[in-house]
C-alpha cells in the first residue's frame, strides 16, 4: 500500500504524492497530511495551467519546499534560477526582497509573492537614502550590498553579493575599484565576519537579521552539554562569537555541503530551523538536534497562501523601471563573478586578520 493511503486519501492522491510523503513524513501528522497532499496537487495543477514555476528558498518548510518548489536552494542559487528560468509566472516562496531580485533579473515575467508581509529585519535596517548619505560620507569607495536588500538599496549598489561570495565579492571589488577598504552593508555581522578573513578593509551597517543575531555563546554551551559529539555549524550572519565557538561557520549552501561530505552522526544548524528539516530527507544517517529557531517571515509562506496566489494571479511584485536598471546590474554583476572555487568557509578561530571594521 502506498503510505499516505490510510490517511483517508484517495488512492490516486496518495500515489500522486507519494514521493513527497518520503521526504516530509518526520515533519507532519497523519492528521495534516491529507490537506497538505491535497493542496500540493492543486498547486502542482495550477502551475502548470499558468505556466509557473516556484522558487523556494531553504527556509521553507518542507511541506512547501518538497512539495512544490520547482527550484529549491539559498538566495544565490535562487537569483541565478530567476534570471534563466523559462515560464511566464514566478511565484517567490520566500521573502519580499527576494521577489523583488527575481522581478529586476526577470522583468518580463510576472512575479508573484503568496504573502506582501513576508518582510526581512535587515532588508527593512536601510533605505536607498541611507546609501547616498554612506556615499556621500566614503566617496570613491565601492559599495556591496547583501542581496537581502531592497530594490531602491540595490540601485545604489556597485554590486551585490550573498554570504556564499561575501568574501570573494570583497576582494574583488577592493581590486578593480584600487582600494584598500569598501563598503560592506547592511548585515553588520556578516561584515564582522567577512573582515575576518580579508585583508580588506570594512565600512558596515548595524543593520541585522532578528534569527541569526538570538543565538548566544551560552546556547552553544547548552548544546553542546545536552548532546556531547555534536558539531555546531553557524550561518555567518550570528555574531562572530558565535562563529568562533562553532566547529564550522559558511552559507546555507556551504553548510548543507558540510553535512552531506562530513556525515556526522549529530550536528546543530545554527540557523533557520527549517533548514535542517529539508535537508533531513537527503541524509537520513545525520541526527539533527538543537533548537527551532524559525523566521517569521518566510513562515509566512503557507500551502495555502501559495495556492490562492496562483488562482487568483495574487500579489504581483513591480520595481520602477529606472530602479530595476540600476539594481540589475549590480545583481548582474555579482552573478557574471566566477563561482567561488568551494563553498564559502568562515574560519573565525584561525582568522588572520585583526577584524577592522568601521560601523556607520
Ligand atoms: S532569516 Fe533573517 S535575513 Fe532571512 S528573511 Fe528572516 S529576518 Fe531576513
Redesign the pocket.
Known sequence: MVMGAAFGLTKELAEETAAVWEKVKDHTTPMEWPVQAALISEINALKKERNAVILAHN?MTPDIFHGVGDFVGDSLALAKEAAKVDAKVIVQA??HFMAETSKILSPEKTVLIPDLRA?????SSITGADVRLIKERHPGLPVITYV?TTADVKAETDICCTSANAVQVVEWAAKEWGVDKVILIPDEYLARNVAAQTSVGIIAWAGH????KRFTTQDIADMRAAWPGAEVLAHP?CPEEILQAADFAGSTAAMISYVEKNRPKKVVLIT?CSMASNIKGDVPEVEFVGPCNM????KRITLENIRDCLLHMQFEVTVEPEMQEKARAAVQRMIDLPPPSKPARYDLVRAKHSVAVELI
Open positions: 527556509y520566500g521573502v518582510g526581512c529585519s535587515l532588508a537581502n537579521c532578528e534569527v541569526h550572519e533557520e523566521c517569521p517571515h518566510m
